[in-house]
Nanobody
Framework: QVQLVESGGGLVQAGGSLRLSCAAS????????MGWFRQAAGKEREFVAV????????YYANAVKGRFTISRDNAKNTVYLQMNSLKPEDTAVYYC?????????????????WGQGTQVTVSS
């Protein structure tokens, strides 16, 4: 099973940027689609972005499209989420996740490995 550790969260003003990183352990990291999800206080976990095994395909939630970019570096076993033009409604705990099947998905229950999450807070 892949072990995932997120970093890069913090407090930022609206309009600012953050880059989240997710470091993965395990030799098979490069085979898996990787996703970013978020969960705001009192709300369900929601899809943010997903990337296929080689970075050739990416998908985004409508709420973040054009502002966030997901990428991966398989040599470093790391997936990134670059977040620009942040809004207060982006405030949430952000989680990265790995799926053990080659097909990308936007459904949280399709991902079997999760990190502990990193808090992102955007002030107005």
């Amino acid at each position: 099973q892949v072990q995932l550790v997120e970093s890069g969260g913090g407090l930022v003003q609206a309009g600012g940027s953050l880059r989240l990183s997710c470091a993965a352990s395990g030799r098979t990291f490069s085979r898996y689609p990787m996703g970013w999800f978020r969960q705001a206080a009192g709300k369900e976990r929601e899809f943010v972005a997903v990337i296929n095994w080689n970075g050739g395909s990416t998908y985004y939630a409508n709420a973040v499209k054009g502002r966030f970019t997901i990428s991966r570096d398989n040599a470093k076993n790391t997936v990134y989420l670059q977040m620009n033009s942040l809004k207060p409604e982006d405030t949430a705990v952000y989680y990265c996740a790995a799926r053990r099947f080659p097909v990308v998905s936007t459904t949280p229950s399709d991902f079997g490995s999760w990190g502990q999450g990193t808090q992102v807070t955007v002030s107005s």
